[in-house]
């Protein structure tokens, strides 16, 4: 009592460092700080995306800006071409043009999502060269339909827009001649070059908006790029400064000790009070218990024994375990099996057959049974198994594997002989109960009063 009292004095004086309030701290900053890097990471991941799609978008203004160009001076091109050669092919390339490549009109549709919500004077500008654009084709429609009808051609053949549009009373009488020079005064004269200029001047400054728009996107993307990646760096330095703090921290409070208490315990020396709290209540404690005698030592470090036929916990052990899974809060399962015809097994085929019966069913036991459960030879050719966690609701489980280990030991192999299990079961709602034994040992008793081979539970 006294060394005991001495102990706890020992230890309540003791002072230092706790490993768990540095190790608390060091685990909440490292936290933080690798959820600053994750968010940085995140950061700079989107704004690198950021910065990609803002260098597509500036891409694709050009290219809508060259495609609108292109598209514009295409439809002029072949319109042209058709009023001067009468060539349908040029009013098929000029209605594929309008009705399926769309260059004119997808690049206007690229422009305005680029401008949208960012410059309004230049959507309005993209509006007009719009509307100037779709003036422009009636007159190439108007052109069309009067080059064709100079040339003889079929109405009905050309395309619908051009069947539909109207002539006035004055076109209508006039000469082949007429009609052709009318055709191609409509897309050359000097009506058609102003709206023609005013559309690429409209769309020139349009062209320069997007790209300027761009431009500063991709600027603010890029600054913020550099401010990500800032972050980042300061991210990092914090994390080696939270290594190099770790590790001092190791090495003083735990290697150190460590270092001191092997060369004592080698030494086979009392244990230097030295490092963090726990190292400190660590050593106190060896002391305390190395000042105590070796046969004591010992004893607090004897295991379960086990039998030396089967390998499986033996009735000391059983006897240990038994009070410890008194105190358990969960239910808990018993059985107790007996080997049928065991003494004939013997008289018969001799003991070493007999052993091997025996290792037979323990290795059955712990093949069928679940690795926490405890399987143990009481004596003899009694076992015992015992389940935590295990309670009434398991007796269809229970049953199945005693019925499986009865069906191998009744159906051998190898000129071994036929035997079986006779089992009783008891079930404790919490933690063993002294009873158990007697509850399992009355079933297994009405188990071999019905013919062995076989199993019952303990009903209250």
């Known amino acids: 009592m006294s060394e005991n009292t001495s102990a706890e004095r020992k230890s309540n004086s003791l002072k230092g460092l706790r ?114 654009s779709n003036e422009l084709m009636e007159l190439e429609m108007h052109s069309m339909k009067l080059a064709a009808l100079s040339a003889g051609e079929d109405v009905n053949s050309l395309p619908k827009r051009v069947q ?150 033996n009735r000391q052990a059983f006897e240990h375990l038994k009070e410890k899974l008194k105190e358990a809060t969960k239910p808990v399962t018993f059985m107790l099996l007996d080997v049928d015809v065991f003494k004939a097994i013997n008289d018969n085929y001799g003991h070493e057959m007999g052993d091997q019966a025996l290792i037979k069913v323990a290795n059955l036991l712990e093949e069928n049974f679940r690795k926490d459960d405890y399987v143990i030879r009481i004596g003899g050719d009694e076992f015992a198994v015992i389940m935590e966690k295990a309670g009434s609701d398991e007796k269809e489980t229970i049953s199945s594997k005693i019925e499986k280990i009865n069906e191998i030991l009744q159906n051998p192999q190898d000129d071994f002989p036929k035997y079986s299990l006779s089992v009783g079961v008891a079930f404790s709602e919490q933690g063993y109960k002294d009873e158990l034994f007697r509850q399992a040992d009355e079933a297994l008793y009405c188990t071999k009063k019905n013919g062995r081979c076989g199993y019952t539970f303990y009903e209250l």
């Open 164 to 313: 539909e549009y109207p002539l006035s009373e004055e076109e209508a009488t006039y000469t082949s001649q007429e009609q052709s020079d009318a055709a191609a005064e409509l897309v050359f004269g000097q009506e058609y070059r102003d709206m023609k200029q005013q559309i690429e001047e409209k769309l020139s400054n349009v062209t320069k908006s997007v790209i300027t728009v761009c431009e500063r996107d991709q600027a603010e993307s890029e600054h913020a790029m550099k401010n990500a990646l800032i972050r980042q760096s300061i991210y990092t330095v914090l994390v080696v400064v939270l290594i190099i703090l770790s590790y001092i921290m190791i090495a003083v409070l735990i290697l150190r000790p460590i270092k001191i208490y092997v060369n004592c315990i080698q030494n086979n020396n009392l244990l230097e009070i030295t490092g963090a709290y726990e190292f400190k209540y660590l050593a106190a404690t060896y002391n305390n218990v190395y000042e105590m005698s070796q046969e004591q030592q010992d004893m607090l470090r004897q295991k379960a024994e086990r039998d030396a036929l089967t390998g499986l916990l």
């Open 19 to 132: 490993i768990k309030t540095i190790s608390f701290w060091m685990v909440g900053v490292t936290l933080i700080v690798a959820f600053l890097i994750g968010d940085g990471i995140i950061n700079v991941m989107n704004r690198h995306q950021r910065l990609v799609d803002m260098t597509n978008e500036y891409i694709l203004a050009q290219n809508d800006a060259r495609d609108m160009m292109v598209g514009s001076d295409y439809l002029t091109e072949q319109v042209r071409l058709y009023a001067i050669t009468k060539d349908t092919g040029h009013v098929d390339n000029y209605f594929t043009e309008v009705e399926e490549t769309r260059r004119r009109d997808l690049a206007l549709q690229g422009m305005e999502k680029h401008l949208e919500g960012k410059d309004d004077k230049a959507l309005q500008m993209t509006e007009e060269a719009l509307r100037l």
